[in-house]
């Protein structure tokens, strides 16, 4: 049986931002300047860390440097204010887990 996390407000807060910043102008217009409309395949984008060619819905925004971790009201406005206007890269799904991976695993040795 699943024991149940305890409630973190700073969870909650992380979420609801990045649904906010899903549909931000910032996010639309940083897939719309990587979009290449191919008449054969459709919609599609050019990975830059794996170099290949990928369809618009496996897109993904990388924040760099990374957002960080939100983990008391002293982080909230460096982090919303780096998730808003921080400087992004579009990458696809694979590699976006994979840099998510090594930034937790670096984070946690640190």
Not at 80 to 104: A, D, M, N, Y
Request: aromatic share 10%; proline share 8%.
């Amino acid at each position: 049986m699943k024991t149940k996390k305890p409630y973190n407000v700073f969870t909650k807060i992380r979420s609801a931002l990045r649904d906010i910043w899903r549909y931000s102008p910032q996010h639309r217009a940083a897939i719309k300047a990587v979009t290449i409309l191919d008449p054969e395949k459709g919609k599609g984008f050019n990975c830059p860390i794996c170099g290949d060619d990928w369809p618009i819905q496996l897109a993904t925004v990388d924040h760099q440097p990374p957002c960080g971790s939100l983990t008391s009201w002293d982080d909230l406005t460096p982090w919303t204010k780096t998730l808003f206007e921080g400087s992004v890269r579009v990458i696809c799904k694979p590699c976006h887990l994979e840099v998510t991976k090594f930034e937790r695993r670096k984070r946690a040795k640190s």
